[in-house]
């Protein structure tokens, strides 16, 4: 790096968090410790969904890659140099030196997401572009999000209920099914809210079955020519087998939803969010696992019932509670899954932020708890 001691994108909004629509400024820092010659300073708006695995075919065919992409925006602006004031070079003097910026984010777009195969990702890519010289880059993503108001998803404020049975065999030896059902009064929810669910079981088997239950989130991601899902878990829960012979209900235990992005991902036609709840009956022995899976809706703004609800309990425990009071407001927390690198987006020579790690809405209701 020479004499360039820091290069770095500040944004005026330190979580560096936006909504579609909004103005993402702030500005470009630049550290010197002596003189630079450079032709201009520019930062690269970028916007940009892209789908990529491989896949090991037979041996003839080696590697299979499968990929897809969109661009939502890209947009370059100099601040500093050639591009602002023509001519082939100038010198940045030694110092602290800022260039602000502002650029207003496109409706429609999708919310930020780093999957296993796939992202949908927001930075400023900034260059000093040097004559007879490597470039220095630096880069800083932000997090764009996209409203889900679960108040305009029909199905969100019904309740749901998924059976499913499986019958083991062994040999010629047949036994009774083992049966599973799991429901919930509604499927709609937002992140810091808790998710009850009602599971019962009927194990007519010669086999104990050891329960669980799971919250899973599953990323489908559309190449060209072909579409991949990916199963991750974002929680489990345990309970108490059940013997051969005995019937079981288990209620009372709930989820809390952290935070997540929304589901279906609205805006991108190459990835798609969903959630499962999952009730999980796993025989001893040699047999495989049942899954039942319920699909739940994760949104951005709640449901009015719910709000209702809340508003209720809170005046009740708390008369004199002000109207404000009355609504938790959304903060925003970061990932549950954890950050990403994002380095390559600037190349070689690169400064800045290159971990990132998106950051979603999440609720806080506990003063109704």
Known sequence: MGNLRCFTILYDNPQALYWSGQTVSGRVFVDLASAMKMREIRLEFQGKARVHWTEQADSDSGTSHYSASEVYFYNVVPVFGRGLRGGDEYILSPGQHYFPFAFILPPGLPSSFEGECGQVRYLVRGTIDRPWMFDDHCVCAFT?????????????????EVTDDKTICCLCCKSGPITGTIKVNRIGYVPGESIYFEANIQNLSRRECSIAAELVMVSTFHATTKSRSCHQSINSLLHQKVMPGDSDVWGGDRFIIPPLPPSF?????????????????????????????????????????????????????????????????????????????????????????????????????????
Request: hydrophobic share 35%; charged share 10%; proline share 9%.
């Open 265 to 369: 991902l609205s805006g991108c036609s190459i990835m798609d969010i969903r959630y499962l709840l999952k009730l999980v009956v796993s025989p001893s022995g040699p047999a495989l696992t049942m899954y039942i899976p319920l699909e739940i809706i994760i949104g951005t703004v709640p449901l009015t019932s719910v709000v209702q609800q809340y508003q209720q309990t809170l005046s009740a425990a708390q008369p004199s509670a002000p109207p404000e009071a009355a609504m938790p407001s959304p903060s925003y927390s970061e990932f549950i899954l954890g950050s990403t690198n994002i380095g390559n987006e600037g190349g070689e020579h690169t400064q800045g932020q290159v971990n990132f790690t998106p950051t979603y809405t999440y609720y806080n209701w506990s003063k109704t708890t």
């Open 144 to 160: 764009v999000l996209s409203a889900l108001d679960l108040n305009q998803q029909p199905m969100a404020n019904q309740g749901a």
